[in-house]
């Protein structure tokens, strides 16, 4: 009796994981749907004239707020002519 209740126990504990997997994957398809709000297909929003210019990073360092320790970026440069 003891084992077929420690059973019990078991799969209700397997049926809980189970049901919070669903309910994680509903809300990853209610992320996936979501209409964005930023038009990112293109379309009207390019100019129709060319752009020429310039862009260039100089020594770029970076860390995350919660690892100060740990420089990501450590001095990047980066140019791009057009």
């Known amino acids: 009796m003891i084992m077929l209740l420690f059973n019990f126990g078991m799969v ?6 189970v049901m919070s997997v669903f309910g994680a994957s509903d809300k990853i ?4 749907f979501q209409e964005s ?4 297909t293109g379309g009207d929003t390019i100019p129709d004239k060319e ?5 260039e990073l100089k020594d770029v360092h970076f860390r995350y707020p919660t690892k100060d320790d740990v ?12």
């Open 51 to 55: 752009c020429r210019g310039v862009l």
């Open 71 to 82: 420089e990501v970026l450590k001095g990047v440069s980066l140019k791009v002519d057009n």
């Open 37 to 40: 709000k930023i038009n990112s």
């Open 12 to 17: 209700a504990a397997v049926f809980g994981n």
């Open 29 to 32: 398809a209610q992320i996936f």
